[in-house]
């Protein structure tokens, strides 16, 4: 009877460990989501003059140096943390 509990331990385990990393992936995914809503804002309100039917060059221009910039210095900032905390840093 012993190994029938410490199997179905094993399993209820598995299963928790699963759906760990399930949530993980999944407010990865939000986070993502966030980061790109939070983009598409900015350079939405910095390039956008007045919406028409098509973008110009400009615009277009515009918006891809934004989300470039946006993206670099996001990474950077995370890069920055990271290492901050891999030294002890943060508290």
């Known amino acids: 009877m ?4 410490s199997s179905a331990s094993a399993s209820a385990n598995a299963e928790a460990s699963e759906l760990q990393r399930m949530i993980a992936v999944e407010q990865q995914k939000a986070q993502f989501q ?4 939070t983009f598409t804002d900015v350079c939405w309100d910095k390039c956008m003059d007045k919406p028409s039917s098509k973008l110009d ?6 918006l891809a140096s934004c989300v470039e910039r946006f993206i ?3 990474l950077t900032i995370t890069n920055r943390f990271t290492h901050m905390a891999q030294k002890g840093g943060m508290h």
């Open 2 to 5: 012993a190994f029938d509990l």
């Open 72 to 74: 670099d210095t996001t």
């Open 57 to 62: 060059s400009r615009t277009e221009t515009c």
């Open 34 to 37: 966030a980061q790109v809503n």
